[in-house]
């Protein structure tokens, strides 16, 4: 992949405390245009923090550095003016919460209607107009009518769509989808992961679709990323990541969903992920890992080749590729344990 297609994320490090605790640490993902990439965790494993970077909308006392490129151009190297034209008129976000992120005074077609006003030199005509064909391609029926409605007027899912229309009112590059069907019924859901699915296809868009939910993931993404304690830990194609895998993290989030036919007992992941700033010596995992080794409390463990473009933070890999799923133990290795904060 070529740094003028799609987006390119090398070494960022988001950190607090005037640089002093690293939250999201020497995180690299690469998304060619028209891709999705999956990146999913534990809650606090640092997936919205990282939309959050590339979109440029980090909370305050956050501080970025390395490298994020879309399209050739470098963000973080943008004026504050630039990164905010940016936002809009080439990366799209939909957030986790729709009723939150709408103007609850503000009539949904003018919404976005200012999006693209704000983005183009069209007239007030012309924004409606666009408006209008934007809310027929989600699914919304009487968009004419719809235009003049407020989003308490709406169900969660009409409101969720809206904010799809929204996102894509600039015609965007890469399009940030932040849970975005957390708070939606089964049938809603499915129908809103089609329609962002459809259109990434239809217009080529980078996707970053951020999910603890693997399920949906592994129906939506070309490939998956998989966070914890703010780093990936592994990384590749849907289908080998899911049904290989060779970090023992991704292997226990897999033993803690249910499959259609399994007979497997789901098991959760025992302990809790460390804290920012208290982060194991080691392997950050190390603590809860079944597998965890002496050597895996000694130093960093860097990302190593694991298949065709597959790559897992891990020791053990050569252990990993030969268990399948519900192999492993949900119990720590509590000699690690001890050591590995040392």
């Known amino acids: 992949m070529t740094n003028d297609e799609g987006l390119v994320v090398e070494d960022l490090r988001v950190s607090f405390g005037g640089g002093t605790v690293p939250v999201i640490r020497d995180l690299s993902l690469q998304i060619p245009a028209g891709e999705a990439l999956g990146l999913v965790g534990e809650s606090g494993s640092g997936k919205s923090l990282t939309a959050r970077a590339i979109l440029g909308l980090l909370p305050r006392g956050a501080q970025a550095t390395g490298r994020i490129v879309l399209d050739g151009k470098s963000l973080l190297d943008l004026s504050p003016a630039a990164r905010d034209r940016m936002r809009g008129s080439r990366i799209g976000m939909i957030f986790q919460d729709p009723m939150s992120s709408l103007n609850p005074v503000l009539r949904v077609g003018d919404a976005i209607a200012q999006v693209i006003r704000s983005h183009e030199d069209v007239d007030r005509k012309t924004a409606k107009s666009r408006t209008i064909e934007l809310l027929q391609r989600v699914g919304l029926n009487d968009a004419r009518r719809r235009f003049y409605a407020y989003p308490h007027q709406f169900s969660g899912g009409m409101r969720q769509r809206i904010m799809i229309a929204m996102a894509l009112a600039a015609n965007p590059r890469l399009l940030l989808a932040d849970e975005p069907t957390t708070a939606l019924d089964v049938v809603v859901q499915a129908g809103i992961l089609r329609l962002i699915d459809g259109l990434r296809r239809s217009r080529k868009m980078s996707l970053l679709f951020v999910s603890h939910d693997l399920a949906v993931v592994s129906r939506m993404c070309d490939r998956i990323a998989v966070m914890y304690a703010g780093s990936i830990v592994e990384e590749g194609p849907t289908v080998q990541v899911l049904h290989r895998p060779r970090m023992p993290y ?43 080794i002496e050597a895996c409390a000694q130093s960093a463990v860097a990302m190593v080749e694991v298949g065709s473009d597959h790559r897992a933070r891990c020791l053990r890999t050569a252990d990993t590729g030969k268990i399948s799923r519900g192999e492993t133990s949900a119990e720590p290795n509590t000699s690690v344990s001890a050591v590995s904060h040392a």
């Open 250 to 292: 991704t292997i226990g989030l897999l033993n803690s969903i249910p499959g259609p036919q399994s007979s497997n007992r789901l098991a959760a992941i025992s302990g809790f992920p460390p804290q920012p700033g208290t982060l194991p010596r080691g392997c950050t995992f190390a603590p809860r890992c079944p597998m965890a």
